[in-house]
């Protein structure tokens, strides 16, 4: 059953709609992302699930029940969140903090019982900030106080955990970190996780379900299978064809401009292509299988691209082409390392430069 849906949901401020017609479920035990643009209204949609904002029109149901007909103090324990807007508590530790987040469970004087207790240091060990229980908050650092905020969300005990951008001022370690522990959180409190990452690669690994924001709407839903395919993620974040690769979910820069000055022998290491980029040098490369692990670099920022069909020989069709480029090229860089059966008609390329007199250059020098 869905634990959390939206019916045809229009999320803005005062009259202007940032973005409309929202509509997805989530169950629990599932890691639901939001990705888009800076300004698509992802934080306003996370914002307007949690009443923060007036939706302005659709429907928001906890497990069928109206949302909007549930007392603050029920939605309280139900639904918790880290958002990135900074808070600055005075006078308060870091227990202090993720202390509120028991107070939905406890008395009008707010007074924490030996549980309400046990479950903040457990929440503060699980994120790594036990040792900061009695720290001011003022005096620790982003990163820091990110993980404090979702030791307070995660001792609230809830069934939804909603994140706006939660790897924000975190380093790469934390970053994992982090995520590590929502799928822990997910696999074993069965929580449903709501979220908006602009990291595409943690999305494309921790979510199971990814929400894409474009033209004020959800263009896109779907597994991280089905979004990182073709050239989508391209077209949401207007990127140049071919700048995001969807295997590696890595990006590229532009291609240096003009007819290529280097041929490059393809059969190593990606790094060649990126210093030549880098040099804003113009380059060919060939003869590269389709399947190589150059491929995307190379199709990302090579002028020309001479190419073989995935776990075929190269042919002599091929070859021929890649000395017709290779023949008003300055120079010739090899990146190939060694001679095997599928890429051994490459070695005729090195004999050909060599015979008019094209400087060689190995890629590892």
């Given at each position: 059953m869905n634990v959390f849906s939206a019916e045809k949901l229009s999320v803005g401020y005062g009259k202007k709609i940032i973005a409309a017609d929202i509509s997805f479920q989530i169950e629990k035990g599932e890691i639901l992302t939001l990705i888009g643009a800076n300004?698509?209204?992802?934080?306003?949609?996370l914002k307007s699930i949690l009443l923060q904002l007036k939706t302005l029109s659709g429907n928001i149901y906890f497990e069928?029940?109206?949302?909007?007909?549930?007392k603050r103090s029920e939605i309280a324990e139900r639904i918790s969140a880290v958002m990135t807007d900074r808070i600055t508590p005075e006078l308060m530790t870091c227990g202090d903090v993720v202390e509120s987040g028991r107070y939905p469970y406890t008395n009008s004087l707010g007074i924490l019982s030996s549980d309400d207790k046990a479950k903040v240091r457990e929440a503060m060990e699980l994120v790594g900030?036990?040792?900061?229980?009695?720290?001011?908050?003022s005096c620790i650092s982003d990163g820091q106080r990110q993980r404090v905020m979702l030791a307070r969300a995660i001792c609230q005990d809830t069934d939804i955990l909603v994140l706006?951008?939660?790897?924000?001022?975190?380093?790469?370690?934390?970053?994992?970190?982090?995520?590590?522990?929502?799928?822990?959180?997910?696999?074993e409190r069965n929580l449903a996780v709501i979220m908006s990452l602009h990291e595409l690669d943690l999305a494309q690994k921790i979510s199971d379900r990814i929400i894409c924001i474009n033209n004020h709407t959800a263009e896109k839903i779907g597994t991280p299978e089905e979004i990182f395919s073709g050239d989508y993620i391209n077209s949401l974040y207007n990127l140049k064809s071919n700048s995001f690769d969807c295997m590696y979910c890595s990006y590229e820069l532009e291609r240096p401009r003009g007819e290529p000055e280097v041929f490059v022998i393809a059969g190593g290491e990606v790094e060649i292509y990126r210093k030549l980029q880098r040099k804003n040098i113009p380059f060919a490369v060939g003869v590269i299988h389709e399947n190589s692990i150059e491929y995307p670099a190379v199709r990302a920022l090579a002028t020309e691209i001479v190419t073989e069909k995935s776990f075929e020989p190269v042919s002599q069709q091929a070859i021929e082409k890649a000395l017709e480029i290779m023949k008003r090229c300055s120079a010739v860089i090899n990146n190939c390392p060694a001679w095997g059966t599928m890429n051994k008609k490459n070695s005729v390329l090195m004999e050909q430069a060599e015979k008019c007199g094209i400087p060689v250059y190995n890629s590892k020098k």
């Open positions: 300004g698509s209204g992802k934080s306003t949609i069928n029940k109206n949302i909007h007909e549930m900030v036990g040792n900061l229980f009695y720290t001011d908050f706006d951008e939660p790897t924000s001022f975190l380093d790469a370690h934390h970053k994992l970190e982090l995520l590590n522990i929502l799928k822990k959180l997910v696999r």
